[in-house]
Nanobody, 118 residues
Framework: QVQLVESGGAVVQPGSSLTLSCAVSGFNARHTRMTWVRQAAGKGIEWVGGISSSASFTTYRDSVKGRFTISRDNAKNMMFLEMTDLRSEDTATYYC???????????RGQGTQVIVSS
């Protein structure tokens, strides 16, 4: 059974840093490109970035480039999203998953909430 579990969400002040984790089970994630997406209240799913199966390549949406870093530990079936210089517009529920087709993930977790507020 495919399972993805995000954790690490919190309420933080603007300018803070936070690292989200994604624990994967039920499939061999080391052969799978993985993705982070987010959804703010009342808005649609927004692609944040992705990482290749070998972690050789990462891509990010423009608004998070230079602030967010995606990494993975294939030995532990984990993926991470390190976020720095957080802004109010980063407030959202963050999801990790696989199978991003441009609008949705084929499998994703339940999400972890990040609130950036002073």
């Amino acid at each position: 059974q495919v399972q993805l579990v995000e954790s690490g969400g919190a309420v933080v002040q603007p300018g803070s840093s936070l690292t989200l984790s994604c624990a994967v089970s039920g499939f061999n994630a080391r052969h799978t490109r993985m993705t982070w997406v987010r959804q703010a209240a009342g808005k649609g799913i927004e692609w944040v970035g992705g990482i290749s199966s070998s972690a050789s390549f990462t891509t990010y949406r423009d608004s998070v480039k230079g602030r967010f870093t995606i990494s993975r530990d294939n030995a532990k079936n984990m993926m991470f999203l390190e976020m720095t210089d957080l802004r109010s517009e980063d407030t959202a529920t963050y999801y990790c998953g696989r199978g991003w087709d441009g609008s949705r993930l084929s499998d994703r977790g339940q999400g972890t909430q990040v609130i950036v507020s002073s």
